[in-house]
């Protein structure tokens, strides 16, 4: 049976298994064993299933590394979690040449690995060993590595077949990158189930249009996404899609309602902390947002006030969570394992935990869990879990700064950002495109700020804490990058600026104005990229949005192509770029993923 299909790279289970057991008795010669990590970075590709497999074949527990991060965060999560071998491949090799790691390149390796046994391995692993390790956001100014347990990942494993009714016909699409556990639920879902499992081109990532076809054609049966990801894909006809799962952010009525006619649609809810996911509820088409469900099997969901007491129906309260899903904790941070994992107040087993979530929520009065907030700075935005504090402990080693607060806004609705506000040192002049430099050394791409906001003083309560009904809303000149404004002059300029302006939802946008200074991200771009598509009726390749950033530079690029028609004025030459763009350039395109 087919279990894994990449374009025309088509592998069966039983090749799969064999190219396990391989690269799994080559990594046991190297010393890896239980409670043993092993990092993996490699692009999307049959390999990357590969490695997982052979990894957990060894008894390893895998550490997922996302190649578009900066070199400094993946050396800290190679230090933190001690690891001494990394599976990547021979053109991602010299990001990790000073790590000090034993590099297995799995494409140079293949000679070698091909003398390896193709026996399943002996294994003494047990549901109490670690399975991976995934970095998360962290609020004091570095990623966090959160240990997941073999038992936790198999019942929430279990409990997604049962929902999707997955088995031998089924197809399940593979869209997360390996550094979000949502990657786990798609991949070990289909695995487990006899299921093939569709790994998703980069290009066709580009286009929502291109993806929606892809799933209609290869009859995908379930998928698991973010939903503002369902948002960027046509609504059509998909007769095979049986399931739907969306987790990682709220989700609301008009895409519940649109997605759920015809299919099973569920809200899924935890934080990495309690595997993937910890509750679910099927949406029934009612007109409310979609709860948070009530816990799965073998789980727990309490809602608690200050005194870890039970509210009642209706009252709100801090989400914590039990079961076997919980984390063994965080990678070498007892102190803060000890603060969040809590011994269990409504047990009388010795040992047995509560993770404390942050998020505030209310029990509804049909049982199920109806998220109301948080009660920290951690923020959800476009599925990616954000410590505020860590984007504020890096901008403030800035040495012209004097101070800063890091908020998420969303003074559009269902349009939520992150707002840097900063207060220069004396007679220091800071600049937005600045600070977005500095800030990308050190930071993915989806933690960069939309907005830079410099102010003499933060304004403070009567307590000394910065008041956050009083900061402004950022104008448009506080987002670009400090240039003056010239209007498009050429049709192709019109066209691109219109576009540009729908999408961002501003009144003016100028032609050296930097998309992704305005607020733009990576979604927003795959919107630009089908409008643009649809306008020119050209292939206009996605990667090109992330290299010609202005919109002189993009209606020259466009200009190119003999389908479109140009005034006779003049354009501006595209602007040359260094080293370091290129690198930030490739790190933008990869996050479109």
């Known amino acids: 049976a087919v279990a894994v299909v990449l374009g025309d790279d088509v592998v069966s289970y039983a090749e799969l298994n064999e190219r396990a057991n391989r690269l799994a008795h080559y990594l046991r010669s190297r010393g890896v064993g239980p409670e043993q990590l092993v990092g993996i970075c490699v692009e999307r590709s049959v390999e990357m299933i590969v490695g997982l497999l052979g990894i957990l074949k060894a008894g390893g527990a895998f550490v997922p590394l996302d190649a578009s991060y900066p070199r400094e965060r993946l050396q800290y999560m190679l230090a933190d979690a001690r690891v001494r071998v990394l599976l990547t491949e021979e053109r991602l090799a010299y990001e990790f040449a000073e790590s000090g790691v034993e590099l297995v390149c799995l494409d140079t390796a293949a000679a070698e690995l091909a003398r390896q046994s193709v026996e399943d391995p002996l294994m003494q692993v047990s549901e109490d060993n670690l399975a991976y390790v995934i970095y998360t956001s962290g609020s004091t100014g570095r990623p966090k590595g959160v240990l997941i347990n073999h038992a936790g990942l198999a019942n929430v494993i279990s409990n997604a077949r049962k929902i999707s009714n997955a088995g031998r016909d089924s197809v399940v699409l593979q869209l997360a990158s390996l550094s979000f556990d949502a990657s786990m639920l798609e991949i070990f879902t289909a695995l487990s189930s006899g299921a093939k499992l569709c790994l998703v081109k980069r290009s066709l990532l ?11 054609r290869e009859g995908v049966s379930m998928m698991a996404l973010a939903p503002s990801l369902l948002d960027v894909l046509p609504e059509g006809d998909y007769p095979q899609l049986r399931t739907i799962i969306v987790g990682g952010e709220a989700c609301g009525i008009e895409t519940a309602m649109t997605w759920s006619r015809g299919r099973d649609f569920y809200n899924a809810y935890a934080p990495t902390e309690a595997t993937i996911y910890a509750t679910a509820g099927k949406y029934e088409g009612e007109d409310r947002k979609p709860a948070m469900g009530r816990a799965i099997g073998n789980m ?12 009642p129906i209706g009252v709100v309260g801090e989400v914590y969570l039990g079961g076997v899903g919980l984390a063994r904790g965080y990678q070498q941070r007892a102190g803060e394992t000890a603060e969040r994992f809590i011994p269990h107040p409504y047990s009388d087993h010795a040992g047995e935990r509560l993770y404390r979530t942050g998020d505030l929520a209310r029990v509804r009065s049909d049982g199920q869990l109806e ?6 700075e951690q923020v959800k935005v476009r599925g990616y879990r954000i410590e505020l504090g860590e984007i504020a402990t890096v901008l403030r080693r800035h040495p012209k700064l004097r101070d800063t607060a890091i908020v998420a806004r969303e003074d559009r609705p269902g349009e939520r950002r992150i707002v840097a506000y900063v207060v220069a040192e004396d007679n220091s002049t800071i600049t937005a495109s600045e600070l977005r430099g500095y800030l990308r050394e050190q930071l993915p791409e989806y933690m960069i700020p939309a907005a830079f906001v410099v102010l003499d003083a933060l304004p403070l309560t009567e307590h000394g804490k910065v008041d956050q009904r009083a900061l402004p809303v950022p104008e448009r000149d506080q987002l670009s990058l400090e240039s003056t404004y010239v209007a498009p002059r050429t049709k192709a300029e019109k066209i691109v600026g219109q576009v540009w ?20 991200h990576s979604l927003l771009v795959i919107q630009v990229h089908n409008k643009l598509r649809e306008i020119f009726d050209q292939n206009l390749p996605i990667v090109d949005l992330f290299i010609h950033t202005t919109i002189s530079s993009l209606a020259e690029r466009l200009s190119m192509n003999d389908h479109v028609l140009l005034d006779n004025s003049d354009t501006t030459q595209p602007r040359k770029r260094n080293g370091s763009r290129q690198k930030q350039l490739r790190q933008l395109s990869r996050s479109a993923q």
């Open 501 to 520: 302006k729908e999408v961002l939802k501003l009144e003016k946008v100028g032609i050296h104005d930097n998309f992704f200074d305005l607020g733009g």
């Open 300 to 311: 727990e969901a309490y809602v608690l006030d200050q005194r870890q007491g039970l509210v």
């Open 206 to 216: 580009e286009s929502g249009k291109e993806l929606g076809e892809f799933i209609q």
């Open 371 to 376: 998220y109301v907030g948080r009660v920290d």
